[in-house]
């Protein structure tokens, strides 16, 4: 599976961004699927993670209630719908899938991974 993440950007502290990660490859929706992020100089951080299904979520507390992750396996899609964003959420930001359908933070269990989009919140 190939995977492609788009949507990035500049906004302003409070406004919202919608990444979408586009997949190719007929196996999409057996996978879990998560979005990380990499601030210059920082590791990458988990962000949020969604079952195969999108029955089952996860998110790190630093996003819970401002950031919604979103998957339609129909359109091999998967979305971060990121609102009252802050600077600190300026990173890049990368989406990934897991063959074996785990959506957690452990970024070693992914086996795919997008380019990552840019995104930078000013204050």
């Known amino acids: 599976v190939r995977l492609q993440a788009f949507g990035g950007g500049l906004v302003q502290a409070g406004g919202s961004l919608r990444l979408s990660c586009a997949a190719s490859g007929r196996t999409f929706s057996n996978g879990g699927m998560a979005w990380f992020r990499q601030a210059p100089g920082k590791e990458r951080e988990f962000v949020a993670g969604?079952?195969?299904?999108?029955?089952?979520?996860y998110y790190v507390d630093s996003v819970k209630g401002r950031f919604t992750i979103g998957r339609e396996n129909a359109k091999n899609t998967v979305y971060l719908q990121m609102d009252s964003l802050k600077p600190e959420d300026t990173a890049a930001y990368y989406c990934a899938r897991s063959s074996g359908g785990y959506y957690g933070p452990q970024y070693r269990a992914y086996d795919s991974w997008g380019q990552g989009t840019k995104v930078t919140v000013s204050s």
């Open positions: 969604i079952s195969w299904s999108a029955g089952s979520t």
